[in-house]
Structures are given as C-alpha cells and as structure tokens.
C-alpha cells in the first residue's frame, strides 16, 4: 500500500482496508477525532460497539469517562487528537491480539504518527502500552512511566477509561488519581516543547452531537 500523503487520503485507504478479517465483523473503520495540529496524540485500544455505530473513536462509555478526566486538567478533545490500535472492532468487543494490534497499527496508527509529529503520546491501556514497548509490557508495572518510540516520541501509559470504570470503592479511587496525575505529566510534557498551546475550547465537546449513528 502506498504511503499516505494527507490525512484526507489515509481516510479514503482506512474505508476501502480489508486487510485483515476483523473488517467482516464490524459495520467499518473506525478512525481519528480532533485536531491535526495537535501536539499530543491519544491512543486507545480499538472500537466498541458504539464506537462502531457513530464511527468516532472513544465516543462510549469509556470515552464519555476520558473526555472527564481530560476536562480536569483543562483539556477538551477538539483540541488534541485521539485513535485507536485496532481500527476494527473485534467481534463480542474482546481485546485484540497483539499480533492484531501490530499488523493493524503498522499500517494505520504508524501513518498518523508520521503525518501528525505529535511532540507526545500518551497510550490509553495495555494494547496501547504493547504496542509501543513490547508484548512483555504490563500496564500495572509500566503505568506513568515514560518512554521513547522508534520516532524519538516521548510516550507514558496509564490506564485505559474502561478499567476504570470495571473498579469500585477505594481501589477506582486511587486509580482516577494515578490518571489525573499522569495527564498532568502529559500535558506538562508537552508545553515545555509547545509552549502556550491552547489546550481547550471553553467546554467540555458532547460527540454525540458531532457524530450520528452509522446505518
């Protein structure tokens, strides 16, 4: 496949992939949101199920809880730019393989990369983490930790939204902190190399009201 030259014509090749067979249990691709100036690239795990119907990445449940978590450190999501791994969603919403994640992520997520130059990513969860620094990585071992990618990308994980929202009590607690802790890192991050970046719009974005269900 012939390399992107704008994110116009990545969008065109990620509707017409059949590359591999997670595309025959899933209505389409799901690809990107936000902004293609952004400094920082979030990286989740792959599509849901309401993923799948609106075609916007991390618009469910879990994404209601990031975009949250992002807004307590004054982030919106129009402003910075959020993908997936796996841009299929796996059949019964089951975490992708890490075979799945690297055969889908070298030919998407390594173009969005390449046309984005984020200054940071920050991987969302474990099939993010993995795919950045190996099938060995453990998020509960490698969370906030910083890193750097093969492109010389300074890159730290924490826990993906849908973690969070499995945990109860003290122990839900403590990791939305770990969270918010490691945005702050991020975003810290980041405006030492992008000094002064608008980092928000004013208020939190409702997807729901940008995005309509896919027929």
């Not at 969008?11 to 902004?35: H, I, N």
């Not at 099938?135 to 990618?149: F, H």
């Amino acid at each position: 496949m012939e390399s992107a030259d704008s994110f116009d014509t990545l969008k065109k090749q990620l509707e017409d992939c059949t590359a591999c067979p997670l595309r025959g249990d899933c209505q389409a691709p799901v690809g990107w949101f936000g902004s293609l100036e952004s400094p920082l690239m979030i990286v989740g795990e792959g599509p849901g199920g309401v993923e799948d119907d609106y075609g916007c990445p991390l618009i469910g449940p879990s994404g209601q809880l990031l975009d949250k978590a992002l807004w307590s450190v004054r982030i919106t999501r129009d402003r910075v730019y959020t993908t997936n791994v796996i841009k299929c969603r796996p059949k019964g919403n089951r975490t992708p393989t890490v075979e799945e994640g690297a055969f889908c992520a070298r030919r998407w997520l390594d173009q969005e990369i390449r046309l984005l130059q984020p200054k940071v990513i920050l991987g969302l969860g474990s099939v993010a983490l993995r795919y950045f620094r190996g099938p060995d990585a453990r998020i509960t071992r490698e969370r906030g930790q910083w890193y750097t990618t093969t492109e010389g990308i300074p890159f730290l994980a924490t826990f993906h939204p849908s973690y969070l929202l499995r945990l109860s009590g003290q122990a839900q607690i403590a990791a939305k902190w770990e969270v918010f802790h490691d945005l702050e890192a991020v975003k810290a991050k980041v405006e030492a190399a992008v000094p002064g970046y608008n980092w928000n719009s004013g208020a939190p974005v409702h997807l729901f009201e940008l995005f309509r269900k896919r027929n």
